[in-house]
């Protein structure tokens, strides 16, 4: 039980990051894309 539950937990966690890394990506291809311009 314990052992599921951290294993969502972590995850959850890696699914969080990556959005988090990907939402900073986008923001910064745009921002070049706006400099660009």
């Known amino acids: 039980m314990l052992k ?3 294993k969502f937990a972590k ?4 699914n969080t ?3 988090l890394l990907e ?3 986008m ?3 745009l921002k070049k ?3 660009k311009k």
């Open 11 to 14: 995850m959850d966690l890696q």
């Open 17 to 19: 990051m990556n959005r």
């Open 23 to 25: 939402v900073v990506y």
């Open 4 to 6: 599921d539950i951290s």
């Open 27 to 29: 923001d910064e291809k």
């Open 33 to 35: 894309q706006i400099f």
